[in-house]
């Protein structure tokens, strides 16, 4: 079974401990960790990458000290070893230009405001991993009974 990882980032400890705990469910099938800024993350992605893990999600805050989630997800986004890598925004102080950017430059996969819904957040999570096994033509049936099913028959079709 393959290494997968979600990493989730956010400088504000209480945001960030509140997403880990709406995607606790998946650490029976997927590594979480977690960053408190851009660079802390980069930093990770290395080290995984480097372990031979697979960066399936990742999860940014918009507005941090530093690097933006923005231009963190755009550096994932650009860097060839992250290509299939999913990315999501979350945020509640973006304006309408940082959502363009995103969507432009850093290619996200979903744009979710805060507050969230957590059971939302979840099944995004679960779909976009589902999505990263089958782009990276990784084994599936190592995780079937954790995957996004609707992804699996679409994507056997």
């Not at 029976?28 to 031979?52: K, R």
């Not at 925004?89 to 819904?117: F, M, V």
Request: hydrophobic share 40%; charged share 30%; with cysteine.
């Amino acid at each position: 079974m393959e290494k997968l990882n979600l990493i989730c980032v956010d400088d504000q400890r209480e945001v960030l401990s509140a997403v880990l705990q709406d995607l606790a469910p998946l650490k029976t099938w997927v590594n979480i960790e977690e960053c408190e800024s851009a660079d802390e993350a980069l930093d990770l992605l290395d080290e995984l990458d480097g372990e031979g893990g697979y960066i399936a999600l990742v999860i940014s805050d918009h507005i941090m000290p530093g690097k933006n989630g923005v231009e963190l997800l755009t550096d994932v986004s650009h860097d060839y070893r992250f290509l299939r890598t999913k990315k999501v925004l979350l945020t509640g102080q973006a304006t309408h230009q940082d959502t363009i950017t995103a969507i432009n430059r850093a290619r996200i996969e979903s744009y979710i405001e805060k507050p969230w819904n957590a059971s939302e957040l979840l099944a995004l999570a679960t779909r976009l991993i589902t999505e990263y096994i089958f782009d990276k033509g990784l084994e599936y049936t190592d995780y079937q009974e954790h995957l996004d099913q609707q992804v699996v028959l679409d994507r056997l079709r």
